[in-house]
């Protein structure tokens, strides 16, 4: 009982603040998104409204678009960047520290930084008309503002390949130098003491990584803002509109985008939690 | 041979990806009018960071240091107690607790928001100093959590026990010997949280309902505005702080601190 | 010889010398040889040079008449088990051992069988489907064994097998490696620390004293006949007495000993190891006195002096019960034991 209490003491604070503001965050948009809150005509026609909207749906697609490719590329270039850190190579050091000092930067900062480098008067395309490709801005290629997103997924991919590689390295530090010698003495090529060695060990580490940047690129709202097109826009620019919409019929609507987004993050939390929570049973893959 | 040569052209590559993007901006802070096609600005002036440093941008930096500082001190406050619990105790409904604790991590971060301001409007707290710091607390909290939780796994307790066999009251057993024990973890942990905290965008537009501008606010103004001058010069004093302190900190960091205190 | 060393040199940038300064040694087929050295002596070194997981400064690593230098670890035909069990934890138990056959691109059915068999051999058969966490130290190494063995390499390393294991299961596992090692003929370099793990085991001890190659022997002639002070003193070897050679005898201060190999006339340091002391009740060939007597466990250590000069003897504990500091025992030193340190 006494042990109890101290727990309690402990986590009371903590637990108490963060599951009533997610808890309350989350049950008012889902008590407003069914016209619950004011009584209006409670039911779900804030979700059939959005459901049917060619916007919303177009929104989606582009914001599910925007989070896999972003997420592979990054899982990827993060995978062979953690394979290429943990060799010696002059200069190593170097660029560990660089991949640090870029979790540091704010998203919009590197999304600022990425408009002015591939805009169509950005810093290629001057480089294009130095190089005497192109004559004018117009022709350089639309990568900024553009319906494939191209500015927005080259940002993310910068912001989360030294995420992702960094997660890679924690975990290659505790698997230890050993294993990839271990199986190169049993006469596993290098390619195969990577293939059927580290990456399966690495895998669960990956995905749980890749699971929280599919997420924060889903989610996000300055890195669209700062490099998207006007429509369709990516999903979280939708919604905050709809929410900021002076005809406040809309607001419903926006919640329901909101819980939508949230039953989504239901699925990545699933995923995450059963790949970094210490599960009870014993799994049998 | 031929293999380290490779790495090391990856490594060139990585290393000047890395950096590419934080170039212009630099270069239009400096920049007195840089026209399409010139390749690097024709005149150099020091106007746009004298925008930069004016009164209105210098206490929005104020006005964000101070929110990630509060920030993180509170997490630190009641982060810490919570992460002990979770990191050297089994519980019934412990499991439920870190799921909570992960909804913020993983949830995009949209779909919070817009709750968050619903409630915050009914508590009378938006378009406060103190309601954002609250709302920058629901991904920092956390996230200290699980941080000090890790942390806390890896502390032997029989080093207190040790300690008030030798008398030591609770309190200096914790000033001095439970506390320098987690303090690396709980520094870097901070460090992270500040930076959480430090780059909220959405959040912080939505709760302090345009009366609270943080730097990212008034940076993406200049931005709309099509300021690219003064733009370039406040992206780079809002990156500066935490590239200062992660480089104060970067030798004490290990692979398995970093490892714990990732998010994106 | 299956296993040759020639002039092996490897250095460490920063480190005044060079860890391994040039060694020289060979492994006969079929044999067990133990590499036997203090922490610190650069074994494990020599283990990753032949396992080619490092790379010599110069000097060859010769194997079946093969030179392996240049070559990947994969290549080699060279097997090594480490300290540390290290099963791959995403494997079950035969998804390890089959490890390396798979590699190889063996067909499945045959994996399976001659896992099947290693398993059994490792006293592990049935366990197949286990997950390494679900397997004992003693099975995760003797896992780690069937790994190696299961490939039938032309050289198996073995790297301290058995340092991770608890004293009771060490013996176990010390008998299923001479075992398995003389039932499949593999040539065999083992590391080790423990000079009496080295004696239990090898069939020819090679010391490794700071990079360099003491002495390689049999146990028995390593033990009886060291060729330097440093190599008895690493065998638990204290009795030193220097003295003159007087054509078939020893003159030791005022004792006489006689000698089975005296060698050439002069100068000498003799070496007699302490077990090989004999302590008689009533008059012997010499007189000494007691100065203590500590139990170690299975033997007592008897310090004396012998007309002035230490001497340790081993003996049973009930043949050391008797004897009290200041008593005067008589003394025998065969002439077979003691042993003449060459130069």
């Given at each position: 009982?006494?042990?109890?209490?101290?727990?309690?003491?402990?986590?009371?604070?903590?637990?108490?603040?963060?599951?009533?503001?997610?808890?309350?965050?989350?049950?008012?948009?889902?008590?407003?998104?069914?016209?619950?809150l004011?009584?209006?005509?409670?039911?779900?026609?804030?979700?059939?409204?959005?459901?049917?909207?060619?916007?919303?749906?177009?929104s989606?697609?582009?914001?599910?678009?925007?989070?896999?490719?972003?997420?592979?590329?990054?899982?990827?270039?993060?995978?062979?960047?953690?394979?290429?850190?943990?060799?010696?190579?002059?200069?190593?050091r170097?660029?560990?520290?660089?991949?640090?000092?870029?979790?540091?930067i704010?998203?919009?900062?590197?999304?600022?930084?990425?408009?002015?480098?591939?805009?169509?008067?950005?810093?290629?395309?001057?480089?294009?008309?130095?190089?005497?490709?192109i004559?004018?801005?117009?022709?350089?290629?639309?990568?900024?503002?553009?319906?494939?997103?191209?500015?927005?997924?080259?940002?993310y991919?910068?912001?989360?390949?030294?995420?992702?590689?960094?997660?890679?390295?924690a975990?290659?530090?505790?698997?230890?130098?050993?294993?990839?010698?271990?199986?190169?003495?049993?006469?596993?090529?290098?390619?195969?003491?990577?293939?059927?060695?580290?990456?399966?060990?690495?895998?669960?580490?990956?995905?749980?990584?890749?699971?929280?940047?599919?997420?924060?690129?889903?989610?996000?709202?300055?890195?669209?803002?700062?490099?998207?097109?006007?429509?369709?826009?990516?999903?979280?620019?939708?919604?905050?509109?709809?929410?900021?919409?002076?005809?406040?019929?809309?607001?419903?609507?926006?919640?329901?985008?909101?819980?939508?987004?949230?039953?989504?993050?239901?699925?990545?939390?699933?995923?995450?939690?059963?790949?970094?929570?210490?599960?009870?049973?014993?799994?049998?893959? | 041979?031929?293999?380290?040569?490779?790495?090391?052209?990856?490594?060139?590559?990585?290393?000047?990806?890395?950096?590419?993007?934080l170039l212009?901006?630099?270069?239009?802070?400096?920049?007195?009018?840089?026209?399409?096609?010139?390749?690097?600005?024709?005149?150099?002036?020091l106007?746009?960071?004298?925008?930069?440093?004016?009164?209105?941008?210098?206490?929005?930096?104020?006005?964000?240091?101070?929110?990630?500082?509060?920030?993180?001190?509170?997490?630190?406050?009641?982060g810490?107690?919570a992460?002990?619990?979770?990191?050297?105790?089994?519980?019934?409904?412990?499991?439920?607790?870190?799921?909570?604790?992960?909804?913020?991590?993983?949830?995009?971060?949209?779909?919070?928001?817009?709750?968050?301001?619903?409630?915050?409007?009914?508590?009378?707290?938006?378009?406060?100093?103190?309601?954002?710091i609250?709302?920058?607390?629901?991904?920092?909290?956390?996230?200290?959590?699980?941080?000090?939780a890790?942390?806390?796994?890896?502390?032997?307790?029989?080093?207190?026990?040790q300690?008030?066999?030798?008398?030591?009251?609770p309190?200096?057993c914790?000033?001095?010997?439970?506390?320098?024990?987690?303090?690396?973890?709980?520094?870097?942990?901070?460090?992270?949280a500040f930076?959480?905290?430090?780059?909220?965008?959405?959040?912080?537009?939505?709760?302090?309902?345009?009366?609270?501008?943080?730097?990212?606010?008034?940076?993406?103004?200049?931005?709309?505005?099509?300021?690219?001058?003064v733009?370039?010069?406040?992206?780079?004093?809002?990156a500066?702080?935490?590239?200062?302190?992660?480089?104060?900190?970067?030798?004490?960091?290990?692979?398995?601190?970093?490892?714990?205190?990732?998010?994106? | 010889?299956t296993?040759?060393?020639?002039?092996?040199?490897?250095?460490?940038?920063g480190?005044?010398?060079?860890?391994i300064?040039?060694?020289?040694?060979?492994?006969?087929?079929?044999?067990?040889?133990?590499?036997?050295?203090?922490?610190?002596?650069?074994?494990?070194?020599?283990?990753?040079?032949?396992?080619?997981?490092?790379?010599?400064?110069?000097?060859?690593?010769?194997?079946?008449?093969?030179?392996?230098?240049?070559?990947?670890?994969?290549?080699?035909g060279?097997?090594?088990?480490?300290?540390?069990?290290?099963?791959?934890?995403?494997?079950?138990?035969a998804?390890?051992?089959?490890?390396?056959?798979?590699?190889?691109?063996?067909?499945?059915?045959?994996?399976?069988?001659?896992?099947?068999?290693?398993?059994?051999?490792?006293?592990?058969?049935?366990l197949?489907?286990?997950?390494?966490?679900?397997?004992?130290?003693?099975?995760?190494?003797?896992?780690?064994?069937?790994?190696?063995?299961?490939?039938?390499?032309?050289?198996?390393?073995?790297?301290?097998?058995?340092?991770s294991?608890?004293?009771?299961?060490?013996?176990?596992?010390?008998?299923?490696?001479?075992?398995?090692?003389?039932?499949?003929?593999?040539?065999?370099?083992?590391?080790?620390?423990?000079?009496?793990?080295?004696?239990?085991?090898?069939?020819?001890?090679?010391?490794?004293?700071?990079?360099q190659l003491?002495?390689?022997?049999?146990?028995?002639?390593?033990?009886?006949?060291?060729?330097?002070?440093?190599?008895?003193?690493?065998?638990?070897?204290?009795?030193?007495?220097?003295?003159?050679?007087?054509?078939?005898?020893?003159?030791?201060?005022?004792v006489?000993?006689a000698?089975?190999?005296?060698?050439?006339?002069?100068?000498?340091?003799?070496?007699?190891?302490?077990?090989?002391?004999?302590?008689?009740?009533?008059?012997?060939?010499?007189?000494?006195?007691?100065?203590?007597?500590?139990?170690?466990?299975?033997?007592?250590?008897v310090?004396?002096?012998?007309?002035?000069?230490?001497?340790t003897?081993?003996?049973?504990?009930?043949?050391?019960?008797?004897?009290?500091?200041?008593?005067?025992?008589?003394?025998?030193?065969?002439?077979?034991?003691?042993?003449?340190?060459?130069?």
């Amino acid at each position: 009982m006494r042990e109890r209490t101290r727990l309690l003491l402990l986590l009371g604070p903590a637990v108490a603040l963060v599951g009533g503001l997610v808890l309350g965050a989350l049950g008012l948009a889902l008590l407003r998104s069914l016209r619950l809150l004011p009584l209006e005509e409670p039911g779900l026609s804030a979700y059939a409204s959005v459901l049917a909207s060619p916007g919303v749906l177009a929104s989606l697609a582009l914001s599910f678009w925007i989070a896999t490719v972003s997420t592979l590329i990054a899982a990827g270039l993060a995978l062979a960047a953690a394979m290429l850190l943990r060799q010696a190579f002059p200069g190593r050091r170097l660029v560990a520290v660089l991949v640090q000092l870029n979790l540091t930067i704010p998203h919009v900062v590197g999304a600022i930084g990425i408009l002015y480098l591939i805009s169509q008067s950005g810093s290629f395309a001057r480089l294009a008309h130095a190089a005497g490709l192109i004559a004018a801005p117009g022709e350089f290629p639309a990568l900024t503002h553009d319906p494939w997103a191209i500015g927005i997924i080259l940002t993310y991919v910068w912001k989360e390949v030294p995420f992702i590689t960094l997660i890679l390295l924690a975990k290659l530090q505790t698997l230890g130098p050993d294993l990839g010698p271990v199986a190169r003495s049993l006469g596993a090529t290098r390619w195969q003491a990577f293939r059927f060695v580290l990456l399966p060990q690495l895998l669960p580490a990956l995905a749980a990584g890749a699971a929280l940047v599919f997420a924060f690129a889903f989610g996000a709202y300055e890195v669209p803002l700062v490099l998207g097109a006007h429509a369709p826009e990516a999903l979280p620019l939708r919604a905050w509109r709809s929410f900021t919409d002076v005809d406040l019929a809309a607001r419903p609507e926006a919640f329901a985008i909101s819980i939508l987004i949230a039953a989504l993050g239901a699925g990545l939390l699933a995923l995450h939690a059963r790949l970094i929570l210490p599960r009870r049973g014993r799994d049998a893959g | 041979m031929r293999a380290e040569r490779l790495r090391l052209l990856a490594g060139l590559a990585l290393a000047l990806a890395l950096v590419l993007p934080l170039l212009p901006l630099a270069l239009w802070s400096l920049a007195h009018g840089w026209r399409f096609p010139d390749l690097l600005p024709q005149a150099w002036s020091l106007r746009a960071w004298g925008v930069a440093s004016s009164a209105g941008v210098l206490g929005s930096l104020g006005l964000t240091l101070g929110i990630a500082a509060a920030t993180t001190a509170l997490a630190a406050l009641v982060g810490l107690p919570a992460g002990r619990a979770l990191g050297l105790h089994d519980f019934p409904g412990k499991r439920a607790v870190l799921l909570l604790l992960l909804v913020p991590a993983v949830l995009p971060g949209i779909a919070l928001v817009l709750g968050l301001h619903d409630l915050f409007l009914r508590l009378g707290l938006t378009g406060s100093t103190h309601g954002v710091i609250l709302a920058h607390l629901v991904p920092v909290l956390p996230y200290m959590v699980l941080v000090m939780a890790s942390v806390f796994a890896g502390f032997d307790t029989r080093i207190e026990a040790q300690a008030r066999s030798l008398g030591a009251g609770p309190v200096r057993c914790f000033l001095q010997v439970t506390l320098p024990a987690v303090l690396p973890g709980l520094l870097t942990g901070a460090l992270f949280a500040f930076l959480v905290s430090w780059s909220q965008y959405l959040l912080t537009l939505a709760i302090g309902g345009g009366r609270v501008q943080t730097l990212p606010l008034v940076l993406y103004a200049y931005v709309a505005a099509g300021r690219n001058d003064v733009a370039g010069a406040i992206a780079v004093l809002y990156a500066l702080p935490g590239i200062l302190l992660l480089l104060g900190f970067i030798g004490r960091i290990t692979g398995r601190d970093l490892g714990r205190v990732l998010r994106p | 010889m299956t296993l040759e060393l020639r002039n092996l040199r490897k250095a460490w940038p920063g480190a005044g010398q060079p860890t391994i300064p040039g060694l020289d040694l060979a492994v006969a087929a079929g044999s067990l040889t133990v590499l036997l050295g203090p922490s610190g002596s650069g074994k494990t070194t020599v283990m990753k040079l032949i396992a080619g997981h490092l790379a010599p400064d110069s000097g060859e690593v010769i194997l079946k008449g093969r030179t392996l230098t240049g070559l990947p670890p994969e290549r080699r035909g060279v097997a090594m088990v480490f300290q540390d069990p290290l099963l791959f934890p995403h494997l079950t138990l035969a998804g390890n051992v089959g490890f390396g056959l798979k590699m190889r691109g063996e067909p499945a059915a045959r994996i399976e069988a001659e896992v099947a068999a290693m398993l059994a051999r490792v006293q592990l058969a049935g366990l197949g489907a286990r997950r390494p966490d679900q397997l004992s130290g003693g099975q995760q190494q003797r896992a780690a064994l069937a790994r190696a063995l299961v490939l039938r390499p032309d050289l198996l390393l073995l790297d301290e097998p058995l340092a991770s294991l608890d004293a009771g299961l060490r013996d176990e596992m010390r008998a299923l490696i001479r075992g398995l090692q003389r039932e499949t003929g593999v040539t065999t370099l083992m590391v080790t620390h423990d000079q009496s793990e080295a004696v239990v085991m090898a069939d020819r001890i090679a010391l490794l004293l700071d990079g360099q190659l003491a002495q390689a022997a049999a146990p028995a002639e390593i033990l009886r006949r060291p060729e330097t002070e440093a190599v008895a003193r690493f065998f638990g070897g204290v009795n030193f007495l220097d003295g003159v050679v007087e054509g078939a005898g020893f003159r030791w201060g005022p004792v006489r000993l006689a000698l089975d190999r005296p060698g050439p006339p002069g100068p000498a340091r003799l070496t007699i190891r302490p077990e090989a002391v004999l302590l008689h009740p009533g008059p012997g060939q010499l007189a000494a006195k007691v100065r203590g007597v500590t139990l170690l466990g299975t033997q007592s250590r008897v310090e004396l002096a012998l007309a002035g000069e230490p001497l340790t003897a081993l003996l049973q504990p009930a043949a050391a019960e008797a004897l009290r500091p200041g008593d005067t025992v008589a003394v025998t030193l065969p002439p077979a034991a003691l042993w003449r340190l060459p130069g």
